[in-house]
């Protein structure tokens, strides 16, 4: 009789822990895990651009030299290199401004129809370097003493205008960036029927785009009149991501 009571009784037990056990699997989640903060307010983005005059031109220059041989070819680009690099320097162009950004030794090959492979003509050396004219106004003198020094080895790829210190207008588009947001969320807020609080988030990214313009000079031809180069003007622009909480 004892031994069937224990049995009743220890059925019962397991039943009990099964039982709640069940329950804790099948309970609510508490919903507030699921949200979070970062995406509840007012998520708005705001630009601000100022258009100023550059006072940097950079030029991306240099020399390209074919030749039946390496030591033919890396001779006369380098004669020709040395032209260029003293023509940038007496042209007010400071060693810290010119930066060396490609250099290569390839080979020049032609399609053999006899012998059905590619066999070699020569090979070709180029050497290019990017120069920081500070004095804007002198960048046609300085591409006109650079295609003179180094002949028809010389190759001008490109010219670009910047601004040396964009600090302070980054400052005047970051102000203008912010109260386009604020304006943005303040519409949005109205729209919606809800009151705007103060931001809980903050992000900018800042592009200072510098417009290329070809330049494409591939040989010294006798210097007639300077190179007319006009620098225009440059936009800075900034963007930012503002999150606003809802009162």
Same mark, same amino acid.
Do not use: H
């Given at each position: 009789?004892?031994?069937?009571?224990?049995?009743?009784?220890?059925?019962?037990?397991?039943?009990?822990?099964?039982?709640?056990?069940?329950?804790?699997?099948?309970?609510?989640?508490?919903? =507030?895990?699921?949200?979070?903060?970062?995406?509840?307010g007012v998520w708005v983005s705001g630009t601000g651009k100022v258009t100023v005059a550059p006072d940097i031109a950079t030029l991306r220059l240099g020399i390209e030299s074919q030749k039946a041989t390496v030591a033919e070819a890396?001779? &006369?680009?380098?004669?020709?290199?040395?032209?260029?690099?003293?023509?940038?320097?007496?042209?007010?162009?400071?060693? +810290?401004?010119?930066?060396?950004?490609?250099? %290569?030794?390839?080979?020049?090959?032609?399609?053999?129809?006899?012998?059905?492979?590619?066999?070699?003509?020569?090979?070709?050396?180029?050497?290019?370097?990017?120069?920081?004219?500070?004095?804007?106004?002198?960048?046609?003198?300085?591409?006109? &003493?650079?295609?003179?020094?180094?002949?028809?080895?010389?190759?001008?790829?490109?010219?670009?205008? %910047?601004?040396?210190?964009?600090?302070?207008?980054?400052?005047?588009?970051?102000?203008?960036?912010?109260?386009?947001? +604020? &304006? +943005?969320?303040?519409?949005? &807020? +109205?729209?919606?029927?809800?009151?705007?609080? =103060?931001?809980?988030?903050?992000?900018?990214?800042?592009?200072m785009p510098s417009p290329i313009y070809p330049v494409r000079a591939e040989a010294a031809a006798p210097v007639m009149a300077e190179t007319p180069i006009s620098a225009g003007e440059t936009e800075i622009s900034l963007t930012v991501?503002?999150?606003?909480?809802?009162?």
């Open positions: 009789m004892k031994k069937g009571l224990f049995l009743v009784l220890g059925l019962v037990s397991v039943l009990a822990i099964v039982t709640l056990g069940g329950c804790a699997g099948t309970r609510s989640p508490d919903v =507030t895990g699921f949200f979070n903060t970062q995406q509840e890396q001779s &006369a680009a380098t004669g020709a290199m040395n032209q260029v690099m003293d023509a940038l320097k007496d042209n007010g162009v400071a060693d +810290k401004d010119i930066q060396t950004q490609y250099f %290569s030794i390839q080979k020049v090959t032609r399609w053999d129809d006899e012998k059905y492979q590619e066999v070699v003509i020569g090979y070709r050396v180029t050497n290019m370097v990017t120069a920081k004219i500070r004095d804007i106004a002198k960048a046609g003198t300085v591409i006109d &003493a650079v295609a003179l020094a180094g002949g028809d080895l010389t190759r001008i790829d490109s010219i670009s205008f %910047s601004v040396d210190d964009p600090s302070a207008y980054y400052e005047e588009a970051r102000g203008k960036a912010m109260a386009d947001a +604020k &304006a +943005k969320a303040e519409q949005l &807020a +109205k729209l919606g029927g809800i009151t705007l609080g =103060t931001p809980t988030y903050i992000s900018e990214s800042m592009v991501q503002v999150v606003y909480a809802i009162k």
